[in-house]
């Protein structure tokens, strides 16, 4: 049986990887350092073996990638904004951490890495929609962390066989997502506010466009990533997203009906090293790995919603009956 690795296995995407692995009886292994993962993110993965620990100590990796023939490289500092404030901490934990984590991997016998990427690699170019033939052009340090972390999978890839894969996600959404970090992606950030009655700040006019991705999507295209033929997919890049795109604006009003929300946002500063329109071709994924995008938007977004909607009304629970497990 095959022994799977989830970097991040306590944030958002590694936790959903790592769930749909163990739903389909797989051997998993978790690790996360819980600088931006959360240990509610575990429970459901109590089969998970889980390791505590930072990819920056080569000693961990060695350890999370001991007998492991995929990983699922999920652990980063994903957020365009903190990468302005500390580049040095996005370089620490999305390229020291993933050089670290393919020396470890070659070393232990690895057969394939599969490959958190960011659409943030293609920049703000007006070209619509972005196909991975294109340059990259990262304009914030979180795209060019993201991008060389692309790069050393490249070369690992070239120099020691190694089957790397790399997903270029655009936007994930849904549950899990962490909704209280001013790092927060944006509809994680909004669906918290919203269903509070808190008023959502919109950075710049709101009619930036995103291909926001419901998670399940990723999940499905990192499965298939992992069992297509090497021939396929060794070295490759793949975007993986809806390959449509919504503006802010409209995103805000779908959440306005799905959450009650009566009020409007508030407009502020557009944010440096924001992108204006991000759509995704998603044709090499369907030539290569056979990606079909299985949650679209609107459906997405509604469940989306209704998950935070029964976190917040469990927490509210177990704020007034403390001595309750809410799993
Ligand atoms: C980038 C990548 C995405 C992923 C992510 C990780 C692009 C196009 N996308 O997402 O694939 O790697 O980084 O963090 O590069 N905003 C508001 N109000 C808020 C929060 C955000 O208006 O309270 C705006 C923000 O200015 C941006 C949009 O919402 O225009 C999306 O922001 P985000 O932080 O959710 O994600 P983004 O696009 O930087």
Redesign the pocket.
């Known amino acids: 049986m095959q022994l799977y690795l989830v970097t991040g296995a306590a944030g958002f995407i590694g936790r959903s990887i790592a769930a749909a692995l163990l739903a389909r009886g797989e051997l998993v292994r978790g690790v996360d350092n819980f600088i931006t993962g959360k240990r509610a993110n575990l429970n459901g993965l109590e089969a998970m073996e889980f390791i505590e620990g930072d990819l920056n100590d080569p000693r961990v990796c060695a350890k999370a990638c001991e007998a492991v023939d995929i990983v699922f490289h999920e652990a980063a500092l994903?957020?365009?904004?903190l990468s302005i404030t500390n580049p040095i901490a996005t370089n620490q934990c999305c390229v020291g951490a993933t050089l670290n984590l393919l020396m470890a991997a070659q070393a232990a016998g690895v057969r394939r890495l599969v490959y958190a990427g960011?659409?943030?690699a293609?920049g703000d170019s007006p070209t619509q929609p972005k196909h991975e033939g294109m340059l990259p052009e990262p304009i914030?340090p979180?795209?060019a962390a993201?991008l060389a972390g692309e790069h050393y999978l490249s070369a690992f890839s070239h120099v020691h066989g190694m089957e790397t894969v790399v997903l270029?996600?655009?936007?994930?959404f849904g549950p899990h997502q962490d909704p209280t970090s001013?790092?927060?992606?944006?509809?994680a950030?909004?669906c918290r506010k919203m269903l509070a009655g808190e008023v959502?700040?919109?950075?710049?006019d709101?009619g930036?466009s995103?291909d926001f991705t419901y998670i399940d999507n990723v999940v499905h295209a990192n499965l298939l990533a992992a069992s297509a033929p090497a021939e396929k997919v060794r070295g490759k890049v793949m975007n993986a997203a809806t390959g449509s795109r919504i503006t802010?604006n409209d995103t805000f009003h779908h959440l306005r009906r799905l959450t009650g929300f009566k009020g409007s946002p508030l407009y502020?500063q557009?944010?440096a090293?924001?992108?204006r329109e991000?759509l995704a071709d998603i044709t090499l994924a369907q030539k290569l790995i056979g990606y079909e995008p299985i949650v679209g938007f609107p459906e997405g977004l509604r469940r989306t919603v209704e998950w935070y909607r029964q976190s917040e009304e469990k927490s509210h629970a177990a704020q007034a009956y403390p001595s309750l497990e809410y799993a």
Not at 78 to 81: A, D, F, I, T
Not at 200 to 204: A, L
């Open positions: 994903p957020s365009v904004p960011s659409s943030s293609y914030s979180y795209a993201k270029r996600y655009f936007n994930v001013h790092y927060s992606g944006v509809l950030i909004f959502p700040t919109i950075y710049g709101g930036q995103r802010l502020a557009g944010r090293g924001d992108i991000s």
